[in-house]
């Protein structure tokens, strides 16, 4: 979409005609909105505001007298003849749907009907196929695909073409080629679910409440809270899931990253179970095999990875107190690493919470010694030092720390949860693009 700047006419007077230049031109200025109509009210919650640049002539601020004195003594043989220029257009670029986008907000035009973004009453169609009994997540074929045959399968992997928006027509998804394996935790549920009651090639909207998708902590910073999405899905590929013993160890590290990515984000949003779901699936990835010789690089980046993982099941386990699990987690780390300030902490930790003082002592000031500046460390061993000396523990109200609850990865991960920029893309601005043509 795009603003023109138009026609401009100047009227000057007591300058010679080569004197002129677009840069003497001080009576011009530039306006950033115009006038509401109705129809701009309408569009105003799904368009944002649409960059607009008009520019016009004003008037000479100067006194009557003032302008006649400076006349008089600026007179040449071109005084009192007009001036008229043309300024080249100037063309700002809006965000222009490309094809694919245009075709997909039809789709849900004839859906949905024109301007008509009201995901609640959609939930109570009988036009739509529930997929869950609570009636939360809810599908429509746009078309079938070819046959039951073709369904896929827990443990096969799924690429799938999709687009997702808000109900405010706000474009948040957009993946041609989103692969993923059903029953890992790699996507939302509203994917996970919706997919497996897909055939291959079929084409369907799936509408979802925000328990299915990104809950009420949202997605910072495009999908806010407790938001329901569409999704236009196509099911483009189902096969079996690839052996990890014919993968290549770049392969294999970058797979165990988007794991443990996933757990990242799962963890953010307290959601510990999924968390420490993805941090195991993460290191069976990484676990070596006989079958392959790795070379002494290669052992050493698969370790540094491993260290991470483990790391990270332990602070999960550490929420979920199962502090077996957590010392396990721990000591797999020290076998690698003696001087792992995380892991000796955690193991600290917990030791003192059984009542190992003892034992906890040394473990928690070698962390320390480690890391001198980190606030936990000498907060747990001060708690240690009352607790050996019988003396009551001091309880702070727990402040909650808003939630980063979102993921920055790389290109080559999983786009479905990647951290995104939201894109004010509406199916209003859809329509005006095509009859713009």
Not at 210 to 233: E, M, N, Q
Not at 373 to 395: C, D, F, W
Not at 426 to 433: D, H, N, P, R, V
Request: with cysteine.
């Amino acid at each position: 979409m795009s603003v023109e700047v138009g026609l401009v006419e100047m009227v000057m007077t007591g300058l010679q005609h080569e004197d002129l230049q677009l840069g003497h031109c001080t009576d011009m200025k530039e306006h950033e909105s115009m006038e509401n109509t109705p129809s701009d009210q309408e569009l105003k919650g799904s368009l944002g505001n649409i960059p607009t640049v008009l520019v016009e002539a004003e008037p000479n601020p100067q006194p009557q007298d003032s302008r006649e004195l400076e006349r008089q003594l600026q007179r040449t043989p071109s005084f009192g003849k007009s001036v008229t220029f043309l300024l080249p257009p100037i063309t700002i670029e809006d965000n222009v749907p490309q094809e694919e986008e245009v075709l997909f907000y039809q789709a849900v035009e004839e859906v949905l009907g024109y301007r008509i973004f009201n995901f609640k009453q959609l939930f109570f169609s009988d036009e739509w196929t529930d997929i869950t009994d609570d009636k939360l997540l809810k599908k429509k074929i746009l078309k079938a695909g070819h046959g039951k045959a073709t369904i896929p399968l827990p443990g096969q992997e799924v690429t799938v073409h999709l687009m997702g928006i808000l109900e405010d027509g706000s474009l948040v998804e957009k993946d041609p080629k989103l692969s993923f394996v059903l029953d890992e935790g790699d996507v939302i549920q509203a994917l996970e679910l919706g997919v497996r009651t897909m055939q291959l090639g079929e084409v369907a909207f799936l509408l979802t409440n925000s328990l299915y998708a990104f809950g009420l902590l949202g997605r910072d910073p495009d999908i806010p809270s407790d938001a329901s999405l569409l999704y236009k899905v196509t099911l483009l590929q189902v096969r079996d899931k690839p052996s990890l013993g014919i993968l290549t160890t770049a392969d294999r590290i970058s797979l165990a990253n988007q794991k443990r990515e996933c757990g990242n984000f799962h963890f953010e949003r307290e959601e510990y179970r999924s968390a420490m779901h993805s941090y195991s699936q993460a290191l069976s990835i990484l676990t070596p095999t006989t079958a392959d010789p790795l070379s002494s690089e290669e052992e050493e980046e698969i370790r540094e990875h491993r260290i991470k993982c483990l790391n990270n099941l332990a602070a999960t386990q550490l929420k979920l107190h199962h502090f077996d699990d957590v010392l396990n987690s721990c000591n797999a780390v020290l076998e690698m690493d003696q001087a792992n300030a995380k892991a000796l902490y955690r193991k600290g930790k917990v030791l003192s919470e059984r009542g190992q003082y003892e034992e906890a002592m040394p473990i928690l000031k070698q962390a320390l010694k480690l890391e001198p500046t980190t606030k936990a460390i000498h907060a747990e061993l001060s708690k240690l030092v009352r607790r050996q000396r019988g003396q009551p523990e001091v309880n702070k109200s727990p402040v909650r720390a808003k939630s980063k609850a979102h993921l920055k990865l790389r290109e080559d991960l999983n786009p479905l949860i990647r951290h995104s920029t939201k894109q004010n893309v509406s199916l209003s601005l859809c329509l005006l693009y095509i009859l713009s043509f």
